[in-house]
C-alpha cells in the first residue's frame, strides 16, 4: 500500500514524527512487520510555481494561435504572458510558472520573446507540473478549488506537494493496515502515541435519511451491518486540487469530488463506501441479498457479469444496481448530472468477498480491503466523514442521521490470556509485566494483570486477526523488536545419522552418472498430450485442472520425456555430444484414475557422439544402444554394487528392436532403456538417433551390495573360442546362459567376442563368437579342457540345435 | 707366408672399414659382422687355415689372426652402437607430436547448478543435525494448506497461485511445507529435518518467475524451542554460507503455519549494505521466511504445543543461486543448454 507521510503527520500528535524522517520511519516500520518496499518523493520536483488568475486575455498581434494574458499573482502587480493553450479562460487560476522557475526535468524558465511579445513565464498544463492524469498535454490545468485568496502561494505549498510516498508490502492478515489511520497505529506503537482523525465540520438540514430510504438486509452473512447517508443539491465537479494530487501520489485516479471523497475516506480509514446516483435508485429502496447463480449484471465498466451464489448483490425496489463490496452497477454511477447521492458503508464478509472477486476476476481498491476484513467500528465513523466531505466540496445539504441496519449485533470484544511463561518460552527470552503489557498497551489493546505472571488483553475492533495467545506471543515480540531476542545455540544433539541411506544412494547415483559423462538436468516437470506422438499413454497423463499453459497441461509420465526434450534442444543448437540425466518425479493416474502414481527415478538421454569430439578422430563414432546399455551397467554397479540384466521389450515409444527391460537384483523390473522410436524423434525434431533410459531409485535407496573376499585362481588359465550358429531368435544372453548352466568342471568366464550374421550362414540363424575361459585351482591341461568343450557342443546341438560354424 | 697372410687380414680389415663406413643401419653392421666373424666368415676360415700352416708359423699366425678379429670386432661393435643411436634419434624425431594439440578427453559430467547450491546448503544444516527428508510433489489439500492453518478461502492460500490437478483433491505443492506434517505424522518429536524438492506455482514464465522452482525446507521440534533458538541456527547458516561478516536482521512477517513470523534479510551481497538498485537501495535483500511453528500446525499432526515447539524456515534455491552466480534469467536452469550447464565447475 502507497502510504502519504504527509497524511500519517495529520492523523498523528503533532510533533510524533520529529525524530522519524521518512527514511527512519521506513526502516522502523520494516523492523516491526510492516516493510517498507520503497521511499521516494510523491511528485517530481519543480519551484517557482504560484496560482495565477488571468485577468484578461487579447489575440496576439503577430500570431493567430496564441494569446497574450494578463496575469496576476495577488497583490497589484500584472504580467504579460503569451500563452498558446485554447482552453485559456479570464477569471481562471492557473500554475504560475514565473520568471526565475524550474519545471520537473530541470526545465529552466526565463524572460522569452513569442513573436515578438515578451512573455513574463508561463501558464501551466498538469504534465507540465509532472502531475500527468490531472489534466491534459492539450490545454493548461486550472487548478481546481482555488480562489481569491490562494493568488500568489506557491503551488506546492497549496496543493501540499512536498510529501514522500512510503510503499508498505502490508501482511495479509493486516486487513486493518491497509489505510493510514493503520498505518498510524502502528507508527503510534512505535513511539507511544495514538493516531486520531480529524474533525469534519457538517451541518444537517431537512428530512431525515431514515424517513426517505429504507434499508432490508435478507443476506445477513454476507453483509451484516449496511448504512447510508444522503446528500441533496449536489454540484458535481472537480475535488480540490490538493485532494486529487494526493490522490493521485497514492495511485488511484481522481474522478469527481463526490468519487475522490469516498476514496479520499477509504485510503483514511480503510472502509470502501460507494456512491450512487439516488435519481436512480428506485423506490427509495435498499436490498442487500444474495445473487442468484447465473445471474448477469452491467458492472460501471461497462462489462457484463455473471455473478454465483457467493456475491452478495446491493438492490433497489426493482433489481441489481451494485456486486456489494467489489463494484457498483452503471446505472446508478455517480455523473456531473447527479443531485442527490445515496452513500453506502457496511460490512462484508471477507470470505465471500475474496471468492466473488476472484470468480469475477476483479480485485478493486474495495474487494481488496474487504476481503482482507475491515474494522467493523469503522463503518459509521467512515460514513459520516465521507458524506461530510461529499456536501462540503460539492456544496450540498446532507440529511440528518443514518439510513440502515444492522442483521445481528456485533460480536463483543474478545478478551485473551497471555501468560509470560508462554510468551518466554516461545520467544526465549525473559519479559517483565510492565514490558508485556506497555507493547499490547500500545497497539490498542486494554490490559489487565490476571496474576503476577498472565495479562488478560482485550483486543481492538481493527484487530480481527488476533485470537489467540501465540497472536499476542507475537505481537509483543514484534513492538520490543526481534533484534531484542538474543541467539541461543541449540541444545546438545543426540547422535543421529545426518546421511540416511537413500540420499546416500542418490548421491552416488548422481556420482556414477556423472562418471559416465551424463551432466546434470533439471527439466520442467509439465507435458503436452503429444509429448510422445502415437505412444503417448494418454490415459494415464495426470491434467492440471488450471494450467499456465493449455498445450502443456499435463505433468511428465515419464522424466525422460522432459529430460529427452532437453537434449533435443541442445542438438538443435548445435552441440555434437549430450548426455543428460535428471533425479526428478514422474507421475502417471494410478489404474482407477483416483490416484496418482507419483514416483522418483533416474533418467538419462543421449544423442551425438560417442566421445567428445577429437581432433584426431575424422569419423567419430556415434552414440548408439550399447554405450547406453554399457552405462546403465557402469552405473548400476558403481551406485548399488549390483549386476543389471537386459531382456527384450516392447514399450510403444521405443525402436522395437533396440530397447529392453532392465531388472535388478532380484529380477524385478526396475526399469527399462531404448533408442527412441524414429517417429518420436522426427517429431521433436532431434535429427539423431536418440537414447533413453530410466530406473527406479528403490534398488539404490539400500546400502550397495558389497561382495566379500572370493579366492582367484592364480595358475594360468585355459581359453577356448566357440563360434556357434544359432536361430535369431534364440538371444546371446541365452546362449551365454545355456552355457553357464551347462556345469562345466572349472568354467570361469563366458564373454561374447563376435557376432556375425551373412550368406555363409543358414537363412534365420546367426553366428556368435564365445570365449570360455577354464580356471582351477590347479594346472588343467589341454586334454581335459578339451574334453570339457566337446561334452559342452554335443550337449548345445543335442538340446538346443547349436552347431559349430 | 705370414707376410702374405698379414696382407690378406689387412685387405679384410680395410674392406670391412669400407663396409662400416657404407652401413647406415645396426642390421648392416650385424650383416658386415657375420660376413667377416661368422661362422662362414672370412676370418673364422683364416683361423681355420692356421692348422696347414708350419707348426713354427702357428704361433705368429694365430696372434695375427686373432689381433685383426679384435680389431674388427672393436670397429663393428662400436660402428653399431653408434648406429643405434641414430636409429633411435630418427626414431623419436620421427615420433614428436604437438603437444599443444587438445588431449582426449571422456567428458565426465557435472552438477547442476541448484544441485551444487542445494548439496552446500544441505551439507551445512547436516553438520547442525537435520537430516534429509522428502515428499510428494502431487499433494493433497490436508498436507498442503490444511495442516498447516491454512483454511479453505483464507487468502494466504490464494496467494500461492495454486495448480490443481484432476483427479480433484489433489494439487502440485507449493512449498515443501507439506513435508513437515508428513514428517511429524510419521514420528514423536524430537524431529529435526531439513526437506529440498521442487515446489509449483501458476505463475507465468519470465526472467524471475518460473512455474516450478526449488525450495528448502527446515523444521526442528523439541522441548524448549524459541524464536532465540531460530535466530541463532540461521544466523549460523548465513554465517557458514555467506561468509561471517555478512550481516543479518529478522523483522517480524506473516506466514499461516509459524507466529512468531519473521523474514530473514542479509545484508546485500552485491553492495555489501551500501545500498544498490538489487536491494532497492535498502542495503538488505531478503533470504528467506521462518518462524516460530503455529500451535495448530502441532495440534494439526496431534502434537502437543504445551510440551512441544519449534521452528521452521523455508527459501528458494533458484534465487540464491542467481545471486551466488550472477544468473540473469530464472528459465535458464530449466533449459539446460549445456554451454549452461558446464559453468559452475560442478563437476565430480
Ligand atoms: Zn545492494
Not at chain 1, 592364480?714 to 551365454?736: F, I, K, Q, S, W
Not at chain 1, 567376442?753 to 534365420?764: K, M
Not at chain 2, 669400407?18 to 676360415?45: F, H, M, N, Q, Y
Not at chain 2, 489439500?141 to 489433489?170: C, K, Q, S
Request: hydrophobic share 40%.
Amino acid at each position: 500500500m502507497r502510504v502519504s507521510y504527509r497524511w500519517l503527520e495529520a492523523l498523528l500528535p503533532e510533533g510524533a514524527l520529529a525524530e522519524l524522517p521518512p527514511e527512519e520511519l521506513a526502516r522502523r516500520l520494516t523492523l516491526q512487520g510492516m516493510a517498507v518496499d520503497e521511499v521516494r518523493p510523491a511528485f517530481a520536483g519543480f519551484e517557482g510555481v504560484v496560482l495565477g488568475k488571468v485577468v484578461e486575455v487579447v489575440p496576439h498581434p503577430g500570431a493567430d494561435t496564441l494569446r497574450l494574458c494578463t496575469v496576476t499573482a495577488g497583490g497589484g502587480e500584472r504580467r504579460r504572458v503569451v500563452c498558446g493553450a485554447p482552453n485559456v479562460e479570464e477569471g481562471a487560476v492557473y500554475g504560475y510558472a514565473t520568471v526565475g522557475s524550474r519545471l520537473p526535468g530541470d526545465r529552466r524558465i526565463g524572460r522569452a520573446e513569442i513573436r515578438g511579445v515578451e512573455s513574463e513565464g508561463m501558464l501551466c498544463s498538469a504534465p507540465e507540473l509532472g502531475l500527468d492524469a490531472l489534466g491534459s498535454a492539450d490545454g493548461i490545468w486550472r487548478v481546481p478549488g482555488t480562489g481569491e485568496t490562494d493568488l500568489g502561494r506557491d503551488l506546492r505549498e497549496a496543493l501540499d506537494l512536498d510529501d514522500t510516498i512510503l510503499d508498505v508490502d502490508v501482511t495479509s492478515n493486516r486487513g486493518d493496515a491497509f489505510s493510514h489511520l493503520g498505518i498510524a497505529r502502528e507508527v503510534g506503537a512505535m513511539v507511544g502515541v495514538a493516531p486520531s482523525l480529524p474533525e469534519i465540520e457538517v451541518t444537517e438540514e431537512g428530512e431525515a435519511a431514515g424517513d426517505r430510504v429504507t434499508v432490508r438486509i435478507e443476506d445477513p452473512d454476507g453483509c451484516p451491518r449496511y448504512l447510508a447517508r444522503l446528500v441533496d443539491r449536489l454540484q458535481v465537479g472537480p475535488a480540490p486540487g490538493w485532494m486529487q494530487a494526493r490522490l493521485l501520489a497514492l495511485g488511484v485516479r481522481p474522478v469527481n469530488a463526490v468519487v475522490d471523497a469516498t476514496n479520499w475516506v477509504m485510503l483514511e480509514t480503510g472502509q470502501p463506501l460507494h456512491p450512487f446516483d439516488f435519481a436512480k435508485v428506485r423506490g427509495g429502496e435498499i436490498v442487500v441479498r444474495r445473487a442468484v447463480e447465473g445471474e448477469s449484471f452491467v458492472t460501471l465498466d461497462g462489462r457484463t457479469r455473471t455473478l454465483g451464489s457467493e456475491t452478495t448483490m446491493i438492490c433497489d425496489a426493482e433489481g441489481p444496481i451494485a456486486v456489494g463490496g467489489v463494484m457498483g452497477g452503471l446505472e446508478s454511477e455517480v455523473a456531473d448530472g447527479t443531485r442527490s447521492v445515496l452513500l453506502e458503508s457496511a460490512w462484508f464478509d471477507p470470505a465471500r468477498i475474496g471468492r466473488t472477486a476472484r470468480r469475477l476476476g476483479l480485485v478493486s481498491e474495495a474487494s481488496a480491503r474487504f476481503a482482507r476484513g475491515v474494522d467493523p467500528e469503522i463503518v459509521d465513523v467512515a460514513l459520516d466523514r465521507a458524506a461530510g466531505w461529499i456536501a462540503r466540496l460539492g456544496g450540498g445539504r446532507l440529511a440528518p442521521g443514518r439510513a440502515g441496519a444492522e442483521a445481528v449485533d456485533r460480536p463483543e470484544a474478545s478478551t485473551i490470556e497471555l501468560r509470560l511463561v508462554r510468551l518466554e518460552g516461545l520467544v526465549g527470552r525473559p519479559f517483565s509485566p510492565e514490558e508485556s503489557r506497555r507493547a499490547l498497551t500500545r497497539l490498542g489493546f486494554e490490559v489487565e494483570e490476571r496474576d503476577e505472571r498472565t495479562l488478560a488483553a482485550r483486543v481492538p475492533s481493527w484487530r480481527f486477526d488476533v485470537g489467540r495467545e501465540v497472536d499476542l506471543v507475537e505481537e509483543v515480540a514484534r513492538v520490543v523488536g526481534y533484534d531484542t531476542v538474543p541467539e541461543t545455540p541449540l541444545p546438545t544433539l543426540p547422535v543421529a545419522p545426518s546421511v540416511r541411506a537413500e540420499e546416500a544412494g542418490l548421491d552416488r547415483l548422481a556420482q556414477a552418472s556423472r562418471a559416465a559423462g551424463f551432466d546434470e538436468a533439471r527439466t520442467p516437470s509439465f507435458v503436452s498430450r503429444e509429448v510422445l506422438g502415437e505412444a503417448t499413454p494418454v490415459d494415464r497423463l495426470v491434467e492440471i485442472r488450471n494450467p499456465i499453459s493449455k498445450a502443456e497441461r499435463f505433468l511428465r509420465p515419464f522424466v525422460f520425456t522432459t529430460l529427452g526434450a532437453a537434449v533435443a534442444h541442445n542438438v538443435a543448437r548445435g552441440a555434437d555430444r549430450v548426455k543428460l540425466f535428471e533425479i526428478g518425479h514422474a507421475f502417471l493416474l494410478g489404474e482407477s484414475g483416483e490416484a496418482v502414481d507419483e514416483s522418483r527415478r533416474l533418467a538419462l538421454a543421449a544423442a551425438g557422439q560417442r566421445e567428445p569430439l577429437h581432433w584426431s578422430e575424422t569419423d567419430p563414432p556415434a552414440y548408439d544402444f550399447f554405450d547406453l546399455k554399457g552405462d546403465v551397467e557402469e552405473l548400476v554397479a558403481r551406485a548399488g554394487g549390483w549386476r543389471p540384466e537386459f531382456a527384450p521389450a516392447d514399450r510403444s515409444w521405443l525402436h522395437p528392436g533396440r530397447q529392453a527391460e532392465i531388472h535388478g537384483a532380484d529380477d524385478e523390473p526396475v526399469g527399462f532403456c531404448g533408442e527412441l522410436h524414429p517417429r518420436i524423434v522426427e517429431e521433436w525434431g532431434v535429427g539423431r538417433r536418440l537414447y533413453v533410459a530410466e530406473l527406479e531409485l528403490a534398488p539404490f535407496e539400500r546400502p550397495p551390495v558389497v561382495g566379500t573376499y572370493r579366492d582367484f585362481a592364480r595358475e594360468p588359465a585355459v581359453e577356448r573360442d566357440l563360434a556357434l550358429v544359432v536361430p535369431d531368435e534364440d538371444h546371446a544372453a541365452e546362449v551365454v546362459g545355456a552355457i553357464r548352466e551347462a556345469g562345466l568342471e572349472s568354467l570361469a568366464e563366458v564373454t561374447v567376442f563376435d557376432r556375425y550374421r551373412g550368406a555363409q550362414l543358414p537363412e534365420g540363424r546367426y553366428s556368435l563368437g564365445v570365449r570360455l575361459v577354464f580356471q582351477a585351482g590347479r594346472t588343467l591341461t589341454d586334454e581335459e579342457v578339451d574334453r570339457e568343450v566337446d561334452r559342452l557342443i554335443e550337449r548345445l546341438e543335442r538340446e538346443r540345435g547349436w552347431t559349430l560354424r | 707366408m705370414i707376410d702374405e697372410l698379414r696382407e690378406r687380414l689387412e685387405g679384410v680389415r680395410e674392406r670391412v672399414d669400407r663396409e662400416l663406413e657404407a652401413a647406415s643401419s645396426p642390421e648392416d653392421a650385424e650383416e658386415i659382422r657375420v660376413r667377416a666373424l661368422g661362422k662362414k666368415g672370412v676370418l673364422t676360415a683364416e683361423a681355420k687355415a692356421i692348422g696347414s700352416l708350419p707348426v713354427e708359423a702357428r704361433p705368429e699366425a694365430g696372434q695375427l689372426v686373432n689381433r685383426i678379429k679384435d680389431a674388427i670386432e672393436e670397429a663393428i661393435s662400436e660402428r653399431e652402437a653408434a648406429l643405434a643411436e641414430k636409429a633411435l634419434a630418427a626414431r623419436l624425431e620421427s615420433e614428436s607430436l604437438d603437444v599443444t594439440l587438445p588431449g582426449r578427453r571422456h567428458g565426465q559430467g557435472v552438477r547442476h547448478p541448484l544441485s551444487i547450491v542445494t548439496d552446500e546448503l544441505l551439507d551445512i544444516f547436516r553438520r547442525m543435525g537435520f537430516t534429509v527428508a522428502r515428499g510428494p510433489e502431487a499433494e493433497d489439500v490436508w498436507h498442503n494448506f490444511e495442516a498447516l492453518n491454512i483454511p479453505e478461502g483464507h487468502p494466504a492460500r490464494e496467494e500461492m497461485d495454486t495448480l490443481y490437478l484432476e483427479p480433484g483433491g489433489l494439487l502440485l505443492r507449493t512449498h515443501t511445507s507439506p513435508v513437515q506434517i508428513r514428517v511429524m505424522e510419521a514420528r514423536e518429536p524430537p524431529v529435526r529435518v531439513v526437506v529440498p524438492g521442487r515446489v509449483f506455482r501458476s505463475d507465468t514464465p519470465d526472467a524471475s518467475h518460473s512455474p516450478y522452482f526449488h525450495q528448502i525446507e527446515g523444521l526442528w521440534v523439541d522441548e524448549g524451542i524459541s524464536l532465540a533458538h531460530l535466530k541463532w541456527a540461521l544466523t549460523e547458516f548465513v554465517h557458514q554460507f555467506y561468509g561471517p561478516d555478512v550481516g543479518v536482521r529478522f523483522r517480524p512477517s506473516y506466514f499461516q503455519f509459524t507466529e512468531p513470523s519473521a523474514e530473514l534479510d542479509i545484508q546485500c551481497v552485491l553492495c555489501g549494505g551500501a545500498g544498490c538498485s538489487a536491494c532497492k537501495r535498502t542495503g538488505w535483500m531478503e533470504l528467506l521466511g521462518c518462524g516460530v511453528v503455529d500451535p495448530a500446525v502441532l495440534e494439526a499432526v496431534g502434537v502437543d504445543p504445551e510440551r512441544w515447539s519449534g521452528f521452521a524456515w523455508g527459501m528458494g534455491v533458484e534465487r540464491i543461486a542467481m545471486n551466488k552466480y550472477a544468473i540473469p534469467d530464472i528459465r535458464l536452469f530449466f533449459e539446460n543448454d549445456v554451454r549452461f550447464l558446464r559453468q559452475f565447475g560442478g563437476g565430480a
